[in-house]
């Protein structure tokens, strides 16, 4: 079968390379989730690959990795030779058999079944794997076995973010920053960035380049392992609140409008007063949702609930309220940003280990610096739907003296 494929130049070493573990790492656009969007079709094409692809969280794949495995069939005009399951997230090769298989992390009792229809699974993509614990990626590696024509591939990709990682401490011990790729044996290592990507956009180009924050320019522009001062929150963990969502009573709902450039963005919350406890239960966080596709999926979220939302959009929550959401403006006010920060930072903030994107917004959650690297009194404004959501679903419980929200 004649297969027509355009595989940016940096990459071309490595469609056959079959180190046993794979490590594409570096900045935002440099084309590396493509690049083994590309590879994985023509892996199961050959016939002898069966793929697992994992996120820290289910509810990110379908419109994440997915997403991207099926825009890329039909790019390479093979709609024809893969059947495409959206329901159970499965890819199947009409010539081969073989498989891609989608999973969570969330779920290890589901990781353990998954079985593709023929022969083991020869190769585990972790995308976005900074968002995953140690212990998850060295349960997955476990899943490697079982007799294959070909060697087993354990692969990750990432953007840097934290020298903290344990992505870092794990397999970084023989890499120098002023180089762009290790191997050895046994382990592959290459760092890409937007300059590797041979069909990036002028626009794409320009935002990377004038990116004003020195962090999100290491990591993001650069590739670079990022070393994260000036971090606004420490007060919060992870845990896994399934058995006690049904516990709470009350809740507090957020929401941060978006469109194109950024996710319109939900949080869901119970707040227990008496011990300065905030429960962050369930997000939303998608882009390119017009308000009535926005309204459903909030409806589905909270029902009949009242939800604040950013009141910059009036046009936005009167179209909410047309299509059956109980939506409400939040009313903000002078300094409400910082405000609601240093409300937010005397809580013990505990977040659902379904709640992937405000983890991650918590985590990179920082203050400006000068150019001096003098810190600024304002956060950097970026990466923060999800915390301006919850900003706007808790003002009621954050009232300022002097001020009166009335309904």
């Not at 793929?51 to 997403?67: E, P």
């Not at 905030?278 to 939303?284: N, T």
């Amino acid at each position: 079968m004649n297969i027509d494929v355009t595989v940016n130049q940096t990459y071309l070493p490595l469609l056959k390379n079959d180190t046993r573990t794979q490590i594409l790492f570096g900045g935002s656009s440099s084309g590396k989730s493509f690049f083994l969007a590309q590879r994985t079709i023509l892996d199961v094409l050959g016939g002898h690959r069966n793929y697992l692809i994992c996120r820290n969280v289910a509810n990110t794949i379908r419109k994440s990795v997915f997403n991207e495995i099926s825009k890329t069939i039909i790019e390479m005009d093979l709609s024809k030779a893969f059947s495409i399951n959206k329901s159970d997230l499965v890819i199947t090769c009409n010539l081969t058999n073989k498989q891609i298989l989608f999973a969570g992390l969330d779920d290890p009792e589901k990781i353990k079944s998954i079985t593709p229809i023929e022969g083991v699974i020869t190769d585990v993509w972790v995308e976005e794997a900074t968002e995953t614990r140690y212990e998850a990626v060295k349960q997955l590696n476990k899943r490697l076995r079982g007799r294959s024509k070909v060697n087993k591939r354990l692969i990750l990709s990432f953007n840097p973010i934290l020298k903290s990682h344990w992505i870092f401490e794990e397999y970084f011990d023989g890499w120098e920053d002023d180089k762009t790729s290790y191997h050895d044996e046994k382990l592959l290592i290459i760092k890409t960035t937007y300059q590797d990507n041979d069909f990036l956009e002028k626009d794409d180009v320009y935002e990377l380049e004038n990116e004003p924050d020195k962090y999100y320019r290491d990591v993001y522009t650069y590739g670079n392992w990022g070393v994260l001062g000036n971090v606004i929150f420490k007060n919060w963990e992870t845990r896994d609140l399934s058995d006690i969502k049904h516990t709470f009573d009350r809740f507090n709902n957020g929401l941060d409008f978006g469109f194109a450039n950024d996710p319109s963005a939900l949080a869901r919350m119970y707040y227990n007063k008496k011990k300065k406890e905030l429960y962050i239960l369930d997000e939303l966080y998608e882009h390119g949702l017009t308000n009535d596709v926005l309204a459903d999926r909030v409806i589905e979220k909270i029902g009949s609930e009242v939800v604040f939302c950013d009141s910059s959009e009036p046009k936005s929550i009167q179209e909410l309220k047309n299509l059956g959401v109980r939506a409400l403006g939040a009313k903000k006010g002078k300094d409400s940003v910082n405000h609601g920060i240093g409300w937010l930072k005397q809580q013990k903030i505990i977040i659902d280990v379904s709640c992937q994107n405000t983890k991650n917004e918590f985590q990179k959650y920082k203050w400006k610096e000068d150019k001096n690297g003098i810190v600024l009194p304002t956060p950097v404004d970026k990466d923060n739907h999800l915390l301006d959501a919850i900003r706007y679903g808790m003002e009621r419980d954050m009232v300022r003296k002097g001020i009166q929200f009335v309904n």
